[in-house]
């Protein structure tokens, strides 16, 4: 069997077409800024047994031309450097070109959690802030996703030393 010259170049000619406009699709989405997460509040949920569950509003914002779809949602928050609560949502939507979207993700804080939390507060001095830090993901997209996180403190009323 012999093969076709002008076969072989077509068929050469087509995969690099290919290749460059894959390349050059791949170029366009490492250029997007990333997007801002921001906790936007939390709200309580009913519980079972010895866990809290809570609500976690995250605000969204996409600073880029394009809309970011998403298919899911998965975030760790942590208090104090300690990890405190985790959830997931399969909720899907998509973040509008230079808009953004609130999104609502239940997590559940384990009693261990809790109880590590508390001893950390009696055993250390007074404390006026907590720090926060959550990270997650929203899925979907050709690449699995978008990572994010956001960090801060959380002023606390009245618990510093003043507040006695």
Do not use: W
């Not at 998965?74 to 985790?86: E, T, Y």
């Not at 990270?135 to 994010?148: D, E």
């Amino acid at each position: 069997m012999q093969s076709n010259p002008t076969r072989n170049r077509f068929v050469l000619f087509f995969a690099a077409l290919f290749a460059m406009l894959a390349l050059g699709g791949c170029a366009g989405l490492f250029n997007r800024d990333a997007m801002r997460v921001s906790v936007a509040g939390i709200e309580p949920l009913d519980g079972q047994g010895l866990e809290m569950r809570f609500a976690v509003k995250l605000r969204v914002q996409n600073p880029n031309d394009a809309p970011i779809d998403f298919d899911g949602v998965a975030l760790d928050l942590d208090l104090n450097g300690r990890a405190f609560a985790s959830g997931v949502s399969d909720q899907h939507g998509t973040v509008p070109r230079f808009g953004e979207t609130v999104l609502s993700v239940p997590v559940s804080v384990s009693a261990f959690s809790v109880a590590r939390q508390a001893f950390g507060f009696a055993s250390g001095d007074a404390v006026s802030k907590v720090s926060y830090a959550v990270r997650g993901k929203l899925a979907g997209g050709a690449f699995g996703g978008a990572r994010f996180s956001d960090s801060g403190y959380v002023d606390l009323p009245g618990m510093g030393a003043s507040g006695y």
